[in-house]
């Protein structure tokens, strides 16, 4: 099948070619229910959706966690997402679109919803700081999770605590983003390795840039 990631003129962490890079990882391990920490504008998501409908018809489940512009629970040194207090377009016309005509904020849960809409029935979108709700969610079902939201060391570390405790021996995917050089974030990539080393698990690195774990 031809993968065709689709920008949906709006900001995504996937520009270029790592849109089809994920996608193919998606459609390697054929997942039913997927989570994604880290929804930022939504494209991503909405080219899971895409992808999933395709394959799965209809047959699909996407939970979406972010902060959605919220503020985090507490101070952990993270990476604080501008763009969601400010949000800026180096293209103007989308700078008149959506900061002048439609004042809408990308990174909202309304907006996200609105992009989502056609899947309405399969999706879940979940507004805040996974340190503290990841903890209240149900994830025992989750074949598939994109790890991309908070960047710090200590938020990784607990992301993939509570997902490891959920998904342990199940043979579950966790894509962790920014962990190689392509889109190197350190604390990213010693949460990984510290985490899979503790852990014993193996890392499958993506082009470097994703790290795969297996759980
Ligand atoms: C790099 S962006 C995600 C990009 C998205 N996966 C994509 O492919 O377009 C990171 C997102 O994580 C969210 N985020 C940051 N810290 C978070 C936290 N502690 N809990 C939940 N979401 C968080 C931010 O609001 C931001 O939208």
Same mark, same amino acid.
């Given at each position: 099948?031809?993968?065709? *990631?689709? =920008? *949906?003129?709006?900001?995504?962490?996937?520009?270029?070619?790592? #849109?089809?890079? $994920?996608?193919?990882? +998606?459609?390697?391990?054929?997942?039913?229910?997927?989570?994604?920490? #880290?929804?930022?504008? #939504?494209?991503?998501?909405?080219? @899971?959706?895409?992808?999933?409908?395709?394959?799965?018809?209809?047959?699909?489940? %996407? @939970? #979406?966690?972010?902060? $959605?512009?919220?503020?985090?629970?507490?101070?952990?040194?993270? @990476?604080?997402?501008?763009?969601?207090?400010?949000?800026?377009? =180096?293209?103007?016309?989308?700078?008149? *679109?959506?900061?002048?005509?439609? /004042?809408?904020?990308?990174? =909202?849960?309304?907006?996200?919803?609105?992009?989502?809409?056609?899947?309405?029935?399969?999706?879940?979108?979940?507004?805040?700081?996974?340190?503290? @709700?990841?903890?209240?969610?149900?994830?025992?079902? +989750?074949?598939?999770?994109?790890?991309?939201?908070?960047?710090? %060391?200590?938020?990784?570390?607990?992301?993939? &605590?509570?997902?490891?405790?959920?998904?342990?021996?199940?043979? /579950?995917?966790?894509?962790?983003?920014? *962990?190689?050089?392509? =889109?190197?974030?350190?604390?990213?990539?010693?949460?990984?390795?510290? $985490? &899979?080393?503790?852990?014993?698990?193996?890392?499958?690195?993506?082009?470097?840039?994703?790290?795969? +774990? +297996?759980?």
């Amino acid at each position: 099948m031809s993968l065709n *990631y689709k =920008s *949906y003129w709006r900001k995504t962490g996937l520009k270029g070619k790592w #849109g089809n890079i $994920f996608l193919e990882r +998606i459609s390697l391990h054929n997942p039913k229910n997927i989570l994604e920490i #880290g929804v930022f504008c #939504g494209v991503t998501a909405r080219n @899971i959706c895409d992808l999933l409908n395709k394959v799965n018809e209809n047959n699909f489940n %996407y @939970i #979406g966690v972010d902060l $959605f512009g919220g503020d985090q629970s507490e101070d952990k040194d993270e @990476i604080e997402p501008k763009f969601l207090k400010d949000q800026k377009f =180096s293209n103007p016309f989308k700078n008149i *679109y959506y900061n002048y005509i439609l /004042k809408e904020n990308l990174n =909202s849960i309304k907006s996200v919803s609105k992009l989502l809409k056609k899947y309405s029935n399969n999706i879940k979108l979940i507004a805040g700081d996974t340190n503290k @709700i990841l903890k209240e969610l149900d994830l025992q079902n +989750i074949d598939f999770t994109f790890l991309d939201g908070g960047h710090s %060391y200590q938020t990784v570390i607990n992301d993939l &605590t509570t997902l490891y405790g959920s998904m342990k021996d199940k043979k /579950k995917v966790i894509l962790c983003d920014d *962990y190689g050089k392509e =889109s190197y974030i350190p604390e990213v990539e010693k949460a990984v390795n510290d $985490f &899979t080393k503790q852990n014993n698990l193996k890392l499958n690195i993506i082009e470097n840039r994703f790290a795969e +774990i +297996i759980t």
